[in-house]
């Protein structure tokens, strides 16, 4: 069952910190800083299937909502310059109606899956991945973007 979190991982509507606009937890301990953490609550497992393909149970996913909002076409183009930096490897290999990005942060060594959905970009834990990487993303995707970003938690356990 899916559950909503905030960006540090606690269940929204528990009593537990809430997210700014921003992202930003409403108890962090320096107001000056105003990025998420990228605290991973937790993580999904991989399990090979007899026929050698890769599932994985329960799922992480960080929902990067811009405010305005944005056009999918301006999200993904967005998404693009920043995923051509230098520091990343991607690849898109599905045939979906969206890019479903597949994604190394080479510096900090760890990998992660990007979509564009419904006007905001979800950037998918893997059992792997690194905050450092995510939150990477998220301060190059803000910069890219000039516009504010809420950002939260989803997690199912399953």
Not at 75 to 82: C, G, H, Y
Request: aromatic fraction near 6%; charge should be negative.
């Amino acid at each position: 069952m899916a559950e909503d979190q905030t960006e540090d991982g606690q269940s929204a509507g528990d009593g537990g910190a809430t997210s700014t606009r921003d992202g930003r937890s409403t108890e962090d301990d320096d107001p000056d800083d105003d990025s998420p953490t990228f605290e991973i609550p937790a993580r999904p497992e991989r399990n090979y299937t007899p026929t050698g393909g890769v599932e994985y149970v329960g799922e992480t996913a960080f929902h990067l909502k811009p405010d305005p909002e944005l056009a999918v076409d301006e999200l993904e183009a967005a998404l693009a310059d920043v995923l051509d930096a230098d520091r990343y490897v991607r690849g898109d290999w599905f045939d979906l109606p969206r890019p479903v990005f597949l994604v190394h942060d080479e510096p900090v060594s760890t990998s992660f899956r990007v979509v564009v959905r419904s006007g905001r970009v979800e950037l998918h834990v893997l059992p792997s991945t690194e905050a450092a990487g995510l939150r990477e993303l998220f301060d190059r995707l803000r910069a890219e973007t000039d516009v504010d970003w809420t950002v939260d938690c989803r997690v199912d356990q399953a």
